[in-house]
């Protein structure tokens, strides 16, 4: 029988998922316009959203093994209304006299809930699809979010700017309520799992699995998800905390331009979805090596550009150039080295196994973005020193990844 893509569940997963990102999105712009408006510190803000991170953090793990227990359609459904309903209680108690308050807790709720959800969702793709066609499924989810990021921000604005707070966030709850609908459309096999003990002994028992398989039995996803992790290091500290800092400190542009080099980023991280999708089959795994040292020489140039004495919109031109090019380099080598991941992993440990890599992903972005930042300030005279060194190091960490990529390719050709 001839697969595709574009299934019945993943067609109702992927209008799910715009719909919850989409919701997501415009949530989290309309917050933090109104925290600010109500506290006039970003501070404040910044410090609720570090402070909501640590429950996804955290919980993640538990998500894993919720999503590889349970029927995970079942659980989507589940977790998406009762992310409406947070969100309703959240517009139903706010005013501006307990504001951050209730916006604190409704954060760290949605954080929770998201802790327990992203395992759920990573590991439907696998299940609903099977060889490269994980791979496309993967670079079409990222579209999504990357088209979600790009657009929700914009009409979120627009729409908190005519009728306040209270409207968006109803408008999110219908999104998520949307997406639980067609979640509930979705049918997924489920082969229940009997265990012998109590809940922790369960816990305990499906944790320990999990860490034994990626050290022990199969250390090289262990590798890949390090691997991922690192790169996300390099990629959100400089991306995050050098591109604001180069516009708006060192070459002293207005925020157009950097609202301009942030639309071009997020443009860069679409073609980059698709470029992966279409690149499937004839980007051999073995070769995505040469994609993880292409983001340190997209790095390479930006530097160049600071450390001769050129024209400020040259400077402006080539390091967004340089910037876009490394973000489409990262969104093709993460959608590849995602699905290896879950192609190399058994569905009964795949729930855990993307919680881990989502979790990991996130201690190591705030890491980088710390570092960064002390870099950035510290060498403001000379930011070369910065960029040149940090694209180096990544194309060294790709090349020597060569054999682990073999390794997992061959993995993946002797199981099919």
Do not use: H
Request: hydrophobic letters at 50%; a positive charge; glycine letters at 8%.
């Amino acid at each position: 029988m001839e697969q595709k893509l574009f299934t019945k569940n993943f067609v109702l997963l992927v209008l799910g998922q715009t719909s919850s990102l989409f919701g997501n999105y415009i949530l989290r712009l309309a917050l933090s316009m109104y925290v600010l408006e109500v506290s006039g510190s970003a501070a404040v803000f910044a410090g609720i959203l570090s402070i909501a991170t640590i429950p996804t953090i955290l919980l993640s793990p538990m998500g894993g093994i919720l999503s590889d227990r349970t029927d995970r359609r079942n659980l989507m459904v589940a977790l998406d209304m009762l992310t409406g309903i947070s969100v309703l209680c959240g517009a139903f108690f706010l005013s501006k006299d307990n504001a951050i308050t209730v916006i604190c807790v409704l954060l760290v709720m949605l954080s929770v809930l998201g802790a327990f959800e992203t395992p759920a969702v990573q590991a439907c793709i696998p299940q609903m699809l099977s060889g490269d066609y994980v791979i496309k499924g993967n670079a079409v989810v990222n579209q999504v979010a990357s088209i979600s990021y790009l657009t929700a921000p914009l009409l979120g604005g627009i729409f908190y700017a005519a009728v306040g707070l209270k409207p968006v966030m109803y408008a999110s709850v219908v999104c998520f309520f949307i997406t639980a609908l067609f979640e509930c459309f979705i049918k997924l096999g489920y082969q229940d799992r009997d265990f012998k003990g109590t809940i922790w002994t369960m816990i305990k028992d499906d944790f320990s699995g999990s860490i034994r398989f990626i050290t022990k039995e199969r250390p090289d996803i262990m590798k890949m998800l390090l691997l991922a992790a690192i790169s996300r290091f390099f990629v959100m500290g400089v991306t995050l905390v050098g591109l604001p800092f180069l516009v708006r400190t060192v070459l002293n542009l207005d925020a157009g331009y950097y609202g301009g080099a942030e639309s071009a980023l997020a443009v860069a991280t679409i073609l980059g979805s698709i470029a992966a999708g279409l690149l499937t089959g004839g980007l051999k795994s073995g070769r995505l090596s040469y994609v993880l040292a292409g983001i340190g020489i997209c790095i390479i140039p930006s530097g160049v550009a600071f450390l001769f004495s050129i024209n400020v919109f040259v400077r402006y031109t080539v390091s967004v150039a340089a910037f876009c090019g490394m973000q489409t380099a990262i969104s093709i080598f993460s959608v590849f080295a995602v699905s290896m991941i879950q192609q190399n992993t058994p569905n009964a440990l795949i729930g855990k196994i993307m919680a881990y890599t989502s979790a990991v992903t996130m201690c190591v972005q705030p890491i980088g973005q710390i570092i960064y930042g002390f870099l950035f300030d510290r060498f403001c005279e000379a930011v070369y020193l910065v960029l040149i060194p940090s694209g180096i190091m990544v194309c060294v960490i790709g090349l020597l990844s060569a054999g682990l990529f073999r390794k997992l390719e061959i993995s993946k050709a002797s199981e099919t």
